[in-house]
């Protein structure tokens, strides 16, 4: 029992040693454990101690990088700011006053907002504060701050006025406490009629109009197409209405209608460019309104707090405002010539059977206002006194049609009486040798060459005559029927046009009675065969011309005035009077005023922008188109330039049997030359009248020259006898040209060419090669000639080759320096001249060309001018001619 209980004992002293061992173990561990968490305690708490410092730290640090991006962002913002308003109000919308100069905007580019001052942002650039205005909307100013009220007006104005083409803002100032005081400085304006005060009492009617005029944009500009005029010049590049700007400031309160009235033009103006700068009167709440508050200590655009600009210096407020009006009192510029031109691809795309139309510029609402020429009107008288610009108008109206029209549809006939080569340019020439397709004759220079005018209304009425036959053979009356029944035939429609066309009717001489026929059957018949009359002139005289031929005038329905032009228009309407510069009144009715339609005409007339348009269509030519005739009445023709003598050619075997002198031009359509005919008959010699030595030496050598183009070496004799020294040069150059077919003869030697000449026409079987004789002053010679020419006198042999020459080929081709000089060679006063068939007359007067050398009584109406010569052939012509002697030809 005593060893269980020892066992016993022992055991649980075992286990109780090892519980104890146990104990402390785990004693050990916790008091480790123990140990450890008061360390990381005392780390937490050292931790937990140093957060703060870090998380403060950090903190700072995200809030400068926050700060510095916030700052970053806000310079770009300002910068961009900065940037868009200068897009949105360049130049003279936002530029300082002390840089400040007008700059208006493009035709199509909107004139932007205005600067009123600046909005100050913390670390950035000042940004401009814009106020939307011009085609934008309205704005009203309210506040206690008078002196930052009266600043911020003048500002919008003045800037408004700069972004403007001048005249293309209009105010209207309603100051009725200040009577205009507050837009003082805007005065100069009214001298243009771009300011108008209205007074006291007149708000109303202000109201009044200005709805007035929305109304009418909308039903005739606008007319449902568009939805502003903003919308309109960027479609179309034209703004056809200026911005009217009402400034009104303060009043009694208004009444029922004037509110009703003002709220109108609130809600529809800014889309007709109608606008209001309101201060003292409340504007109705709109998007379109900006309002601008300012007081003592705070000024707001929009509710954004802003830095008011100074008011403009009142110097270049009325610097600039005198300007403007300066040069709207000069008129407005003329608008681009392109306005009138249809795109390229376009060209030449129109019919002219029923008539020609084409813009001539444009129309007071902006749409092109368009010039017809046809059965009705027919055609057209322009006026204008100089410099208003009737030239232009002409370049204008050419260049609208030959774009639409080609060369196949459309011709033209230019003649320009006035001194002046500016329609030379349709012709080809040195400095450009493009010419316009569809021209056919250009006359220039021509104030002395009537003869020139009537000679175009010839060729016109004998085309008339043409068109004419060939409607009746194909059984029609009108060009639109001939050109459907005859396809294949060649029935443009013709326009000629006469500047200063007085010219042709000055006078009482033949002339002038004969072009006056023509003009009144060209006016009357050429309506139905597509040939149309545009006459221009500055002067009334010209105008006056016409009224004693009724039916002529009646023919011209189509009138254009341009200003200041006098009897244009019908009695009572002076239109024309009030016309700004580059503009002109349209009228298709007589000129009755309720035909008047006014128009901007564009610069069409210098060189550059023409020369572009003529050069395109000179590419666009037909392949066979031949230059328009170029007469210049200035311009001496050249011989060796002359068709008719670059035609003539010697036969093969022979001699030719009735040679052709070819004298000078003859001052026509057809640029031919005069010819003379030389057969085997009686009297086919020729007279050179006149001192003038240079002409009668070129006339000499223009009929040798082209005589012995007719002839091979040696098959024709040319005998030149020189009798005065300062012809010499020109009949020795002649005769040096000629070569071995020529004799040379002077005073001492001409007796013995006549008794050579004179006896061997009657001696038998004398050769009969062809001679022709050329006496150059043979007046000069009549003492040597009466008494050394053997049996006979020299004067004696003279008369009888002139006699029985042209039957043998011997011909007498001789100058004399004067008629009575002539006829004393050729046997008196009471000689016959049958043996002179023909004459060119010089500085001779036509009453000495009567009796025998001219038929009828008294002589031609011959005014003599120089390098011009009167031309008459007995077995030809009826009347003489008028031509232009050959210029030398070296």
């Known amino acids: 029992?005593?060893?269980?209980?020892?066992?016993?004992?022992?055991?649980?002293?075992?286990?109780?040693?090892?519980?104890?061992?146990?104990?402390?173990?785990?004693?050990?561990?916790?008091?480790?454990?123990?140990?450890?968490?008061?360390?990381?305690?005392?780390?937490?708490?050292?931790?937990?101690?140093?957060?703060?410092?870090?998380?403060?730290?950090a903190r700072d640090r995200r809030l400068a990088e926050i700060?510095?991006?916030?700052?970053?962002?806000?310079?770009?913002?300002?910068?961009?700011?900065?940037?868009?308003?200068?897009?949105?109000?360049?130049?003279?919308?936002?530029?300082?006053?002390?840089?400040?100069?007008?700059?208006?905007?493009?035709?199509?580019?909107?004139?932007?907002?205005?600067?009123?001052?600046?909005?100050?942002?913390?670390?950035?650039?000042?940004?401009?504060?814009?106020?939307?205005?011009?085609?934008?909307?309205?704005?009203?100013?309210?506040?206690?701050?008078?002196?930052?009220?009266?600043?911020?007006?003048?500002?919008?104005?003045?800037?408004?006025?700069?972004?403007?083409?001048?005249?293309?803002?209009?105010?209207?100032?309603?100051?009725?406490?200040?009577?205009?005081?507050?837009?003082?400085?805007?005065?100069?304006?009214?001298?243009?009629?771009?300011?108008?005060?209205?007074?006291?009492?007149?708000?109303?009617?202000?109201?009044?109009?200005?709805?007035?005029?929305?109304?009418?944009?909308?039903?005739?500009?606008?007319?449902?197409?568009?939805?502003?005029?903003?919308?309109?010049?960027?479609?179309?590049?034209?703004?056809?209405?200026?911005?009217?700007?009402?400034?009104?400031?303060?009043?009694?309160?208004?009444?029922?209608?004037?509110?009703?009235?003002?709220?109108?033009?609130?809600r529809t103006g800014a889309a007709c460019g109608v606008h209001l700068v309101v201060r003292g009167i409340e504007l109705p709440g709109d998007p379109t309104v900006t309002r601008i508050t300012v007081e003592p200590d705070d000024a707001r655009v929009a509710g954004l707090p802003v830095v008011l600009d100074a008011p403009p210096p009142p110097a270049l407020v009325t610097e600039t405002c005198r300007t403007v009006a300066s040069r709207v009192a000069a008129g407005p510029p003329p608008t681009p010539f392109t306005d009138l031109l249809p795109p390229p691809d376009e060209y030449w795309r129109e019919d002219s059977a029923h008539g020609l139309s084409a813009p001539i510029g444009e129309g007071p609402h902006?749409?092109?206002?368009?010039?017809?020429?046809?059965?009705?009107?027919?055609?057209?008288?322009?006026?204008?006194?100089?410099?208003?610009?009737?030239?232009?108008?002409?370049?204008a109206w050419i260049g609208a049609l030959a774009a639409r029209y080609s060369p196949a549809e459309l011709e033209f006939y230019l003649l320009d009486f006035k001194e002046g080569v500016s329609f030379a340019r349709f012709a080809q020439g040195r400095r450009d040798p493009s010419w316009l397709p569809h021209m056919r004759l250009v006359g220039i220079n021509v104030n002395t060459d009537r003869e020139f005018g009537l000679a175009l209304l010839r060729f016109l009425a004998e085309e008339l005559r043409r068109r004419a036959d060939a409607a009746k053979k194909h059984e029609v009356t009108k060009l639109a029927e001939l050109r459907a029944v005859d396809p294949d035939g060649h029935w443009p429609r013709i326009v000629a046009v006469v500047d200063e066309f007085q010219a042709l009717l000055a006078g009482r001489d033949v002339v002038a009675r004969e072009a006056a026929d023509l003009l009144e059957d060209l006016a009357r018949r050429g309506r139905s065969q597509g040939i149309h009359l545009v006459l221009a002139s500055q002067d009334v005289r010209g105008i006056e011309a016409l009224w004693g031929r009724p039916a002529l005038v009646a023919q011209f329905t189509l009138r254009i005035a341009l200003p200041k032009a006098l009897r244009i228009l019908a009695e009572r309407n002076d239109a024309a009077q009030s016309l700004p510069r580059h503009h002109a009144v349209v009228n298709a009715e007589s000129g009755l005023a309720e035909g008047n339609e006014v128009a901007r005409i564009p610069s069409a007339s210098d060189w550059e922008t023409w020369s572009e348009l003529q050069h395109r269509l000179w590419r666009m030519r037909p392949q066979d188109a031949a230059p328009a005739r170029l007469f210049d009445g200035d311009a001496i023709p050249k011989l060796a330039d002359a068709p008719d003598f670059r035609a003539l050619t010697a036969p093969e075997q022979g001699v030719p049997r009735s040679p052709v002198a070819l004298l000078g031009e003859i001052i026509d359509v057809q640029s031919r030359s005069a010819a003379l005919r030389l057969p085997r008959?009686?009297?086919?010699?020729?007279?050179?009248?006149?001192?003038?030595?240079?002409?009668?030496?070129?006339?000499?050598?223009?009929?040798?020259?082209?005589?012995?183009?007719?002839?091979?070496?040696?098959?024709?004799?040319?005998?030149?006898?020189?009798?005065?020294?300062?012809?010499?040069?020109?009949?020795?150059?002649?005769?040096?040209?000629l070569e071995g077919d020529a004799s040379w003869y002077d005073e001492e030697t001409v007796p013995e060419l006549m008794a050579e000449v004179g006896d061997g026409l009657g001696a038998p079987g004398a050769a009969r090669t062809p001679h022709f004789l050329l006496l150059y002053a043979v007046d000069a010679a009549a003492a040597a000639l009466a008494g050394k020419a053997g049996t006979r006198t020299g004067l004696e042999q003279l008369r009888r080759i002139l006699h029985d020459g042209p039957e043998r080929r011997t011909h007498v081709l001789a100058w004399w320096r004067g008629v009575a000089r002539m006829r004393v060679d050729l046997g008196g006063a009471g000689a016959r001249t049958d043996q002179i068939g023909a004459w060119v007359a010089l500085d001779v007067q036509g009453g000495e060309l009567g009796s025998s050398l001219y038929p009828g009584s008294g002589g031609p109406d011959w005014y003599p001018r120089p390098w011009r010569g009167l031309y008459f052939d007995r077995a030809v012509h009826r009347t003489g001619q008028v031509i232009i002697p050959y210029g030398p030809s070296r």
């Open 681 to 737: 008959a009686p009297g086919r010699n020729l007279a050179v009248l006149g001192t003038r030595v240079d002409e009668a030496c070129a006339v000499l050598d223009a009929a040798a020259r082209s005589l012995a183009r007719q002839y091979r070496p040696g098959t024709a004799r040319f005998s030149i006898a020189c009798l005065d020294p300062d012809a010499d040069p020109a009949a020795r150059a002649l005769y040096e040209d």
């Open 366 to 395: 902006g749409r092109q206002v368009l010039l017809t020429l046809g059965d009705y009107p027919p055609h057209a008288l322009i006026g204008g006194p100089s410099g208003t610009g009737k030239t232009n108008l002409i370049f």
């Open 67 to 266: 700060d510095a991006r916030h700052t970053a962002r806000l310079a770009e913002l300002a910068r961009r700011a900065a940037a868009a308003a200068q897009r949105e109000a360049p130049g003279a919308a936002s530029a300082p006053w002390d840089r400040w100069r007008a700059t208006p905007a493009g035709r199509s580019e909107p004139p932007g907002a205005l600067r009123v001052g600046t909005v100050r942002l913390d670390g950035a650039e000042p940004v401009p504060a814009l106020v939307p205005l011009l085609d934008a909307g309205h704005a009203h100013l309210a506040g206690g701050d008078r002196d930052g009220l009266a600043a911020v007006v003048p500002a919008l104005l003045l800037r408004s006025v700069g972004r403007a083409d001048p005249g293309a803002v209009r105010l209207y100032g309603y100051d009725p406490e200040h009577l205009g005081g507050g837009l003082a400085g805007f005065a100069p304006l009214g001298t243009a009629g771009l300011l108008t005060f209205v007074g006291p009492g007149g708000l109303g009617r202000l109201l009044d109009d200005l709805v007035e005029q929305i109304r009418r944009i909308n039903a005739t500009v606008l007319a449902g197409e568009y939805g502003s005029l903003r919308e309109l010049a960027a479609a179309t590049g034209r703004r056809p209405e200026p911005w009217r700007v009402a400034v009104l400031l303060g009043g009694d309160e208004l009444s029922r209608h004037e509110r009703g009235q003002l709220d109108r033009v609130v």
């Open 1 to 57: 029992m005593a060893d269980v209980r020892a066992r016993l004992v022992t055991r649980v002293r075992g286990m109780l040693s090892e519980a104890l061992g146990a104990t402390r173990t785990r004693l050990a561990t916790a008091e480790a454990d123990l140990a450890a968490g008061r360390d990381r305690l005392a780390r937490t708490r050292r931790a937990a101690a140093a957060v703060p410092a870090r998380v403060g730290a």
